[in-house]
Structure formats: structure tokens, C-alpha cells
């Protein structure tokens, strides 16, 4: 199983909402991401985990708040959204190397959450 | 600055016909570079990998080559297909954890 699944498919919100975006995968990956990506732009990263453990924060607004329950799962809860926010929210996974260096494996993406924010 | 440059931006090519995009990059240490396919509103499929040793890599009518030494690849699409239209993304990678995307080639198969 080479799937990393995504829910919900598209959501929308207002701007006092609070949500959450759900990934899972079970290929045994012990590093799972989130990207934010706007139209005709590539990914931008936003969060990694290791190990369950939250390894890298790219400076990414409190509003977002990511959170990995289990090998397998990995959240992305928001609250307060801004209308600039909308955009397709990515989940992916890989297996990290022992030096910690996440990105030397291939990635694999989930479909997306399509997010609008009104 | 760790970059990836893809060209052209966008091409229109005619069923049946082959097709080659470029990426051009200055990541370094290189570690490996990946061409993804992503349709719209989808999430990135990896076509291909490929390490410093590796010239060439083929999946299907998809062919990936790499010259490490001029920093530059291309991906060759043979005998195109509709399904082939979608954005194509080049991802180099160091060793970090970081990826770093190009901005992608926009693939319009017509019939």
C-alpha cells in the first residue's frame, strides 16, 4: 500500500471556524509532513514530524496546529483562519535516514484538502 | 540560495507527440532529484528518482536523465497521451531536510 490518504477532500470555513485536516498513511513512514500550496505554485512546507515528534516548524502562524496522535496519523487542526489561508493543504510521508535528514527518501503526497476560507 | 528552475512554463503539444522539459538547479550538497506529476487540485505523484551516479531513469513513456555535473535534467514524455496533461514538478533535494521545488511545467495534450 503506497497511499497516503487525505480528509476531507474540500472544506470551507469561516474565519471563526475551528477544523481539522486528517492524514493517514501505512506504509510504515516515520516522517510525515504538511504543505500549503496556492495556485500555480509549488508546496511550501509548513510542518515535519519525526517519529511522532514535532522536528520541524517553518515559522508557520499559531493558527495552524499540527498534532501526530500515532505512526500513522497526523492532523492539522485550525482555528481563526484568515481568507489569504485558502489553499490546498498537502499531507505526505517518507522513511527518515538515521542522521535525521528527511528529504533523502521519495515523499509520497496524499490528494489534498482543498481549503477555503471565507 | 537553493533553487530549481524549470522551462518552459507551460507547452501544448498535440496527442501522439513527444515532448521535453528542463530543470536547471543549484542545490547543494545534491542528494537526489525526483520529477512528480501533479494533475490539478491533486496531490504530486513521483515519476522518477535519481543520486548522483544515475544518468538516466525511465518509468513507462516517461524518461528522466540527470547531468550532475552541469546541474541540469530533463524529462522526456514519449508517444503523449491526454491523461499526460498536468503539471510536472522538479524536486531536488540536499542533505537536509528541505526539499526545494521548481515552479513546474504546465503539459497540455490536445487530441
Known amino acids: 500500500d503506497t497511499e497516503v490518504t487525505q480528509t476531507p477532500k474540500h472544506l470551507v470555513m469561516g474565519m471563526t471556524n475551528k477544523k481539522s485536516l486528517k492524514c493517514e498513511q501505512h506504509m510504515g513512514h516515520r516522517a510525515m509532513y504538511w504543505y500549503k500550496q496556492k495556485a500555480k505554485k509549488p508546496p511550501e512546507l509548513m510542518f515535519v514530524y519525526s517519529y511522532e515528534k514535532l522536528s520541524i516548524n517553518e515559522s508557520v502562524p499559531s493558527r495552524f496546529s499540527p498534532e501526530c496522535p500515532n505512526s500513522s496519523l497526523l492532523n492539522l487542526h485550525l482555528h481563526a483562519l484568515q481568507p489569504e489561508d485558502s489553499a490546498l493543504y498537502l499531507c505526505?510521508?517518507?522513511?527518515?535516514?538515521?542522521?535525521?535528514?528527511?528529504?533523502?527518501?521519495?515523499?509520497?503526497f496524499g490528494p489534498g484538502t482543498r481549503l477555503t476560507v471565507l | 540560495k537553493n533553487q530549481v528552475e524549470q522551462s518552459p512554463q507551460s507547452l501544448i503539444i498535440l496527442e501522439g507527440k513527444n515532448c521535453t522539459l528542463q530543470c536547471n538547479y543549484t542545490v547543494s550538497p545534491f542528494s537526489n532529484l525526483r520529477w512528480y506529476k501533479q494533475d490539478t487540485g491533486r496531490g504530486p505523484v513521483s515519476l522518477t528518482i535519481?543520486?548522483?551516479?544515475?544518468n538516466t531513469k525511465s518509468n513507462g513513456r516517461y524518461t528522466a536523465t540527470l547531468d550532475a555535473d552541469t546541474k541540469q535534467s530533463s524529462l522526456h514524455i514519449t508517444a503523449s497521451q491526454l491523461s499526460d496533461s498536468a503539471s510536472y514538478i522538479c524536486v531536488v533535494s540536499a542533505n537536509d531536510y528541505k526539499l526545494s521545488f521548481g515552479a513546474g511545467t504546465t503539459v497540455t495534450v490536445r487530441a
Open positions: 535519481m543520486t548522483f551516479s544515475e
Open positions: 505526505a510521508s517518507s522513511h527518515p535516514n538515521g542522521r535525521g535528514a528527511y528529504s533523502t527518501d521519495t515523499q509520497y
